[in-house]
């Protein structure tokens, strides 16, 4: 059984640093690519990262470029994301995704549970 782990969500003010995990277990991670989506309450799932499975082809969704940084250790099986300078419009569940392709929630096999992130002005 597949599963993706979200942790490392929480309440931080605006200009803090932030960083998610997301563990994977029933796959074998360096297989897949990985992202990250968020959700904004009344909003739809938007992309935000995604690395391709050897770390290689990396992509972001503009708001984040130079904030945000994707990364992957396949020997832990784990996905992060590192978030600095966050920002109140980051406030969102995150979740990660895997086996897709670039940015469209549709590819993607599967999610995680999603991890809150509220950033406070």
């Known amino acids: 059984q597949v599963q993706l782990v979200e942790s490392g969500g929480g309440l931080v003010q605006a200009g803090d640093s932030l960083s998610l995990s997301c563990a994977a277990s029933?796959?074998?991670?360096?297989?897949?690519?990985m992202a990250w989506f968020r959700q904004a309450p009344g909003k739809e799932r938007e992309f935000v990262a995604r690395t391709g499975w050897t770390g290689s082809s990396i992509l972001y969704i503009d708001s984040v470029k130079g904030r945000f940084t994707i990364s992957r250790d396949n020997a832990k099986n784990t996905v992060y994301l590192q978030m600095n300078s966050v920002k109140p419009e980051d406030t969102a569940v995150y979740y990660c995704a895997a086996g897709g392709s670039g940015r469209k929630v549709e590819t993607y096999d599967y999610w995680g549970q999603g991890t809150q992130v509220t950033v406070s002005s």
């Open positions: 029933g796959l074998r991670l360096s297989r897949y690519s």
